[in-house]
C-alpha cells in the first residue's frame, strides 16, 4: 500500500523550491506550478508529490493528464 501523500504548506514550498512568494503565485497563473488544494476555509496546501515533480523537471512540469 503506498504512503499517503502529504499536504505542505505556503513556507516549507518556499524553502523546497527556492522560490520567492510573488513568483510561485506568478508561476500557478501561468501554469507552470501546481495549483493549491484548498484544506479549510483559510488554509491551502500542495501535494508533497506534485511539488517534488516540480522540483525534479521545474521547465517541463505539466498538470497530470497534460
Known amino acids: 500500500m ?3 501523500d502529504r499536504i505542505l504548506r505556503l513556507r516549507t514550498v518556499l524553502a523546497r523550491t527556492g ?14 506550478f501546481p495549483a493549491q488544494l ?3 476555509i483559510h488554509g491551502a496546501g ?3 508529490s506534485e511539488i ?3 522540483v525534479a523537471d ?3 512540469w505539466r498538470k497530470e493528464g497534460e
Do not use: C, H, Q
Open 38 to 40: 484548498r484544506i479549510s
Open 46 to 48: 500542495w501535494r508533497e
Open 2 to 4: 503506498p504512503a499517503p
Open 52 to 54: 517534488d515533480r516540480w
Open 58 to 60: 521545474p521547465v517541463g
Open 19 to 32: 522560490l520567492s512568494r510573488s513568483t510561485l503565485y506568478r508561476k500557478i497563473a501561468d501554469g507552470t
